[in-house]
Structure formats: C-alpha cells, structure tokens
C-alpha cells in the first residue's frame, strides 16, 4: 500500500487507514460515523473538508471526486464491505459510471473494473464472477475459464456466477461495453 500517491479517507475510512498505519493527505466527509472527532486535531486543518450530513453526495462519492481533481487516474476503493447494505450498493453504483475505480477492495472479496483486457495468473481453481456494467452491451472472450465468455452478450441484470479459473493463466477481453469481476481473496478466498 506505500506505492499510492495519495491517500484519501471517506469518513470512518480514517479508522481503516489508522489500523494499516496509513496517515491519509485528506479526510473528507460528514464525520458522523467517527467515534471521537478529536481524532481530526491530529491532521492540518487544510486536509479535513467536513461536509454537512444532509449533503447530495456520498462520503466516498466526494473522496472520490478529491482524488479525480487531484490527478489521479486510477483510484482504489478500500473497505466499505461489512455494513449496510444500502452503502454497498452505493459503493457498486459508482462502477456504472463515467471515469469509475480501478478496483474496490473488502474484508472478503476484491472488485476489478475490466474495460479492455485483464488476465488472472497463479489462480487455477479459484472462483470468479463477472457483472455488467453501464448500458452498453457487454461482448466479451476468455481464455482460461472453465465457462468460456465468447459468444455472449450481457446487458444489466445479466451475471456470471462462479466461473473457474482453468488454467495458471487467464484472460478476459471486452469487445463493448465494461464489467466488473468479483473474487474472494485474503483470509476468505484465498486468491
């Protein structure tokens, strides 16, 4: 995690990046899932951008959009995972969008953007899902799957649940349209 280029912390991601060691460039948010707001007092007043609760965006919307006006062009949602369901779905909305994250990672699963090509090395018998993006059509081909992709044409609604890595090397190509891969990883999914 020290290869960043900045750190960003949405609310109570201020907790999740104090337990990895991480001292965030910005905090940003309404503040209302920090235990103790004191904990801001550490950080130079020019880094905390305290927004109102009743606010039309989300925490990690305006995080997000931070790190878009600071010039970063890939940007990797971390936590977010374990709480309410609505919040997640919030969080997975933000891959139906124009200029979305590279990836988003929980406790238990990594989320990849895939709008060109993508390889998995290292993963044979491993468990992935694949979900379309947006309202363009999903055309896509693969290598290396149990399940193979080529032929199909997915639109919203559309899933692929459990495909099985076949092979040490992998690949997903998008001919249109972009998704977006599930797998498990770390201590529940091993990946």
């Known amino acids: 995690?020290?290869?960043?280029?900045?750190?960003?912390?949405?609310?109570?991601?201020?907790?999740?990046?104090?337990?990895?060691?991480?001292?965030?460039?910005?905090?940003?948010?309404?503040?209302?899932?920090?235990?103790?707001?004191?904990?801001?007092?550490?950080?130079?007043?020019?880094?905390?951008?305290?927004?109102?609760?009743?606010?039309?965006?989300?925490?990690?919307?305006l995080g997000l959009e931070l790190a878009r006006e600071k010039g970063c062009d890939r940007v990797f949602l971390i936590g977010g995972g374990g709480g309410r369901m609505d919040h997640f779905l919030a969080l997975y909305?933000?891959?139906?969008?124009?200029?979305?994250p590279s990836a988003w990672l929980t406790d238990r699963d990594e989320m990849i953007y895939i709008d060109s090509r993508y390889a998995l090395e290292g993963c044979k018998g491993k468990e992935i899902s694949l979900f379309p993006l947006g309202s363009q059509r999903v055309r896509m081909r693969s290598t290396g799957l149990k399940w193979p992709l080529g032929g199909l044409e997915w639109r919203i609604g559309d899933v692929g649940i459990s495909n099985i890595v076949a092979d040490n090397y992998a690949e997903i190509q998008i001919v249109t349209g972009a998704l977006l891969l599930m797998r498990p990883w770390g201590k529940n999914g091993g990946i």
Do not use: Q
Request: hydrophobic content about 35%; overall charge negative.
């Open 1 to 61: 995690m020290n290869e960043a280029g900045l750190y960003v912390a949405a609310d109570s991601g201020l907790l999740l990046a104090r337990s990895f060691g991480l001292r965030p460039d910005y905090i940003v948010g309404d503040m209302d899932s920090l235990p103790n707001l004191a904990m801001l007092d550490d950080y130079d007043p020019g880094s905390v951008m305290r927004y109102p609760r009743e606010k039309d965006y989300s925490d990690t919307e």
């Open 93 to 100: 909305s933000l891959f139906h969008r124009k200029n979305p």
